[in-house]
């Protein structure tokens, strides 16, 4: 299927289908995308959530108080799962955190037992619109910010990089939806101003390190751009494939 200018809607729709299993859900964090999952999917039986950082893992814990929803510390280029174990991975705006993707995809494929479902989400950086860009430019300045205090994070990939990644994993019966949400107000005061103590928190961060004039000056620009043409989040890449083998 081609790509798909459209809105949450048509996803809703595809994972309403979804009788997901057991779900397996890489760099979790603080669970954002089991709640979205949780809201969208048409049933599962449990969810596992792995993350190698532990304090969004205890954010996590406390959001989903299930027995059958739990949260395991894990690197996920070297899991500690039986091939085969999970009816559904997936795994959200990660691709670009990770030092080794290709082990991490390969132990994600692994862990898949055919005919599971793969779901993946990720943001990208070109095609954007103005105000998009703004989120574009501001998420490679954070990655600029932790990369220089050695925190991995790489700049976000294009489309075709994220098609071309999918693709080399060898999967079937992929869907693609591009997501995108520019209703709303890109000048919104609220959101301005949370984006502001965002900034505010990543100069502070800067201020400690050997390039961090640069990257104020960088920040500082960045608000500058906000502030002037607003801000709407990037469009994503929403990819449902099948693991046939």
Wanted: charged share 25%.
């Amino acid at each position: 299927m081609d790509g798909r200018d459209d809105f949450v809607e048509p996803v809703e729709e595809a994972l309403s289908t979804i009788c997901a299993g057991s779900i397996l859900d890489v760099a979790t964090g603080s669970g954002a995308f089991i709640t979205f999952l949780l809201n969208n999917i048409r049933d599962f039986r449990d969810i596992t959530g792995i993350d190698i950082n532990q304090p969004p893992l205890e954010a996590a814990r406390n959001a989903f108080l299930c027995d059958n929803i739990h949260f395991i510390q894990m690197d996920a280029s070297r899991m500690e799962f039986p091939d085969a174990h999970f009816d559904t991975v997936c795994i959200a705006n990660s691709l670009h955190h990770f030092e080794d993707l290709p082990s991490v995809l390969a132990e994600m494929k692994r862990v898949c037992k055919p005919p599971g479902q793969f779901i993946i989400c990720e943001m990208y950086c070109d095609d954007q619109t103005d105000a998009q860009k703004t989120h574009v430019a501001l998420h490679h300045w954070w990655a600029a910010v932790d990369t220089a205090e050695g925190i991995l994070h790489h700049e976000t990939y294009t489309r075709q990089d994220i098609v071309s990644i999918i693709e080399r994993m060898g999967l079937r019966s992929q869907e693609y939806y591009d997501l995108k949400d520019l209703e709303t107000n890109p000048k919104d005061p609220e959101l301005i101003q949370e984006l502001d103590g965002i900034i505010d928190r990543y100069i502070e961060r800067s201020r400690r390190l050997a390039d961090g004039d640069e990257l104020q000056q960088r920040g500082e620009a960045l608000r500058q751009r906000l502030h002037q043409v607003g801000f709407h989040g990037a469009t994503s890449l929403f990819v449902i494939s099948k693991k046939l083998e």
